[in-house]
Every structure is written in structure tokens, then in C-alpha cells.
């Protein structure tokens, strides 16, 4: 991106100025990203990949040619001259769109739940020994809002939002530890890096994110999907961190229900114990 940004040349317009020097794989890839601009801004790597039929490491390639660092470097740039479409009345107010996009979001992550996908998730946490949820900037947030909640039933659990920490707790870990990762693009490389050093030690991974296909869900054992995709202009949104949340409030309900008498044992203590902090 140095020299884009440095330049203020356009990523159309340096695609369009590298077009006589790209290989036929780099046709297909460019190609692609003219028929499908919108889109593009919403998609994985991965998804990139397969979309237009090439390897995700020529993908990386084609953008490291044109002067970025990487994908989601080319999609931030692009995404500021891409027109995105609003299908919405033009209307409404701004809290009638916040209120539509948090709806929306919660019942397109309803309609993919995989319940199957998410009693194993719930045997996998009520199982373990060790919990630690991994997250960093707005998913950050999350990872601790879960932690807070599987306090309160009674389940020891640590969130790490700091990738170095990440790193070192993810050093510790073995079979008897699972590692819940959330991550929206699921191509977060601090994320990514430090459940692959879980898995080397032989951790469960549960990956909570919106893409089934993303450099995370490569290293998990199981994957909850949520629905509210944003682009790299609305990043850390309160839109998808709504949709994260439902996922983290569905895994600490079942868990709830798979012990629900120690659940309210502890619920219980909890209260007595905080009244004390009230006058």
C-alpha cells in the first residue's frame, strides 16, 4: 500500500495500469474484481481464491505486484472508491437503518446455525478443564463479554485480548484445553498465528466467525457461523458485534442447560456476593 497511498493512485486505476504485465492467472483474478466490485469488499482471502479459480498464494501475489501488503490492505483502499448500493428506503432515519441492520443480522445468523455444530461446541467447553478465549481489537470486546458470562455459570475460562499473551498462553496448552477464537474475517494473522501454536499443543479450537472459509477456520476443530459481513470502512461495527454476541449467548445458554443446577448454584452465589457491593 506504501506507494499507492504515497501516489494517491486508485486501486482501479493501478490494476488497470499493471493490466499488460499480468499472467493469466492475474487475468482471472483482476477479472473477477471488475465483474464483482461490491462483493469483493465482503469476501475472505479464501473466498477470493475460489472464486476466481486461483491459488490463494498467486492471489497474495497479484496484490503484493500491484504495491500492497496484502488483500485486506487492496480492500480498504478500494472500498473507499467503491459505490456500495443501499437497498433500504432512503427515508429512514439513521435509527431505523441501525435498527434494521442489528435485526437482520441476528435472524441471518439464526437461519445458519448448525445445532448439531453447536451441541458439540457446548460438550467440547463443558468437558474441558482449560477454556481460553482468544480475541483481539472489536472482537476483543467479545471474547470478553463471554468470559463474564461463563464466569457466572460457574466455568473457569481466561480471555486473552493481547497477541503476545495469545502467544505465551497458546505455548501452555494440551489436549485438555480449548481454545475458543472469535474473529469476524476469520484473517486476523495475530489470531490465525496463535491458534496454529494451540493446535501444535494439541488444543480443541472452536472459531467463531463469518466466513466457513478464512486462514482460521483452517486450524479449527469446530466453527460457528454468524451472518453480518461489513467491510474494511466499517470495521469493528456494532452491527457485527451483535451478531457475535448471539453466537457466544447461544454456547453459554447450552451450557447453562447442561448444568443447570450448578449454573444456578453459582448464579446465585454471585448475586449475594455483588449485593454487598451496592448500598
Known amino acids: 500500500m506504501d506507494k499507492n497511498q ?3 493512485v486508485k486501486p482501479s486505476i493501478t490494476m488497470e495500469q499493471h493490466k499488460h504485465s499480468f499472467t493469466k492467472s492475474e487475468k482471472k483474478i483482476y477479472e473477477y474484481i471488475q465483474s464483482n466490485s461490491q462483493q469483493v469488499l465482503y ?5 477470493l ?3 476466481s479459480g486461483v491459488a490463494e498464494a498467486t492471489v497474495l501475489r497479484f496484490f503484493r505486484k500491484l504495491g500492497f501488503k496484502g488483500f485486506q490492505d487492496f480492500k480498504f483502499l478500494f472500498a473507499q472508491e467503491v459505490t456500495v448500493d443501499d437497498d433500504n428506503d432512503h427515508n429512514e432515519t439513521y435509527a431505523d437503518k441501525i435498527k434494521y441492520n442489528m435485526m437482520q443480522a441476528i435472524e441471518n445468523s439464526h437461519e445458519i446455525i448448525d445445532y448439531d455444530e453447536l451441541q458439540k461446541c457446548v460438550d467440547a467447553i463443558d468437558a474441558a478443564r482449560d477454556v481460553v478465549l482468544f480475541g483481539v481489537g472489536s472482537s476483543g470486546i467479545a471474547v470478553l463479554d463471554m468470559q ?3 464466569m457466572r455459570i460457574g466455568k473457569h475460562v481466561g480471555a486473552v485480548t493481547d497477541p503476545h499473551f495469545q502467544f505465551m498462553r497458546a505455548s501452555s496448552m494440551d489436549k485438555d484445553t480449548v ?11 495475530d489470531i490465525v498465528d496463535s491458534v496454529e501454536i494451540a493446535k501444535q499443543q494439541n488444543a480443541t479450537v472452536i472459531a467463531l ?3 466457513i472459509k478464512s486462514p482460521l477456520t483452517q486450524f479449527a476443530d469446530h466453527v460457528l457461523l454468524s451472518s453480518a459481513k461489513e467491510s474494511p470502512l466499517d470495521s469493528g461495527s456494532l452491527v457485527a458485534k451483535v451478531s457475535q454476541l448471539f453466537l457466544i449467548d447461544l454456547v453459554c445458554t447450552g451450557l447453562t442447560i447442561k448444568n443447570y443446577d450448578n449454573a444456578e448454584k453459582v448464579k446465585m452465589g454471585i448475586s449475594r456476593n455483588t449485593a454487598r457491593k451496592l448500598y
Open 6 to 8: 504515497l501516489n494517491g
Open 148 to 150: 463474564n458470562r461463563l
Open 179 to 189: 481454545v475458543i477464537a472469535v474473529s469476524l474475517t476469520g484473517s486476523t494473522k
Open 49 to 51: 481464491s475460489e472464486e
Open 43 to 47: 469476501h475472505s482471502l479464501t473466498e
Open 209 to 211: 466467525t463469518n466466513y
